[in-house]
Nanobody
Framework: QVQLVESGGGLVQPGGSLRLSCTASGFTFTSYWMLWVRQAPGKGLEWVSTINTGGGITYYVDSVKGRFTISRDNAKDTLYLQMNSLKPEDTAVYYC?????????????????WGQGTQVTVSS
């Protein structure tokens, strides 16, 4: 049974940090590109970041560059998103997803498996 389980969300003050985790099971994690997307209240899905199978290639939306870092530990079948200097506009539900045949790292339609999401709220 394929599962992606996100964790690490919560309430944080502006300028604070959080690290999200996404633990995979039921598929060969090392063969899959991974991404993070988010959905703010009342808005659609927004792509945030992507990492390739080996972890050496990463992509970020401009609004998080320099603040967020995506990484993966293939020995632990786990994806991470380190979020620093958080802003109120980062408030959203964050989802991870896995894709095997990703023709474009930014297109969420190429990703096959999705987690249930974790809430991140940035507020004073």
């Amino acid at each position: 049974q394929v599962q992606l389980v996100e964790s690490g969300g919560g309430l944080v003050q502006p300028g604070g940090s959080l690290r999200l985790s996404c633990t995979a099971s039921g598929f060969t994690f090392t063969s899959y590109w991974m991404l993070w997307v988010r959905q703010a209240p009342g808005k659609g899905l927004e792509w945030v970041s992507t990492i390739n199978t080996g972890g050496g290639i990463t992509y970020y939306v401009d609004s998080v560059k320099g603040r967020f870092t995506i990484s993966r530990d293939n020995a632990k079948d786990t994806l991470y998103l380190q979020m620093n200097s958080l802003k109120p506009e980062d408030t959203a539900v964050y989802y991870c997803a896995a894709g095997r045949r990703v023709l474009s790292p930014f297109v969420i339609g190429y990703y096959d498996y999705w987690g249930q999401g974790t809430q991140v709220t940035v507020s004073s």
